[in-house]
């Protein structure tokens, strides 16, 4: 089997709304280099608190009409944080970015509503 060494990815892909797919968009936009733009990410507080704690990393974030074009400067262009980072009631954004947050070269803290900080995590 020969492995050949992948240097990019190019395309478009139509997938409607959608909270999953959302938390992960901005987080992968975030640690990818380069511009990302993502139609129809959905502004409920979860999102947006991922936004928000990418944002506190260092990563410019912009709304565009219906689009968020995400500024990312690759896996290890996030800069630590001057606070926490408030993840208020969203679980996906609390897993997903610890295991980013682990990989990087600085401390970080997250914390978020009374609900969220009373679950076992």
Do not use: Y
């Amino acid at each position: 089997m020969e492995l050949t060494n992948i240097t990019g990815l190019k395309g478009e892909v139509t997938v409607p709304g959608d909270k999953s797919i959302s938390h992960r968009s901005i987080m992968f936009g975030s640690i990818a280099k380069g511009t990302t733009e993502v139609h129809n990410v959905l502004q409920g507080a979860d999102c947006l608190s991922t936004m928000d704690c990418f944002r506190r990393l260092g990563i410019e974030i912009e709304k565009k009409g219906d689009s968020v074009l995400i500024h990312g400067k690759g896996l290890h262009g996030l800069t630590a944080p001057d606070n926490l980072l408030d993840v208020g009631n969203s679980g996906t954004t609390t897993r997903l970015i610890s295991g980013i947050l682990a990989g990087q070269p600085f401390d970080s803290k997250l914390s978020g509503d009374e609900s969220l900080n009373s679950r076992p995590m």
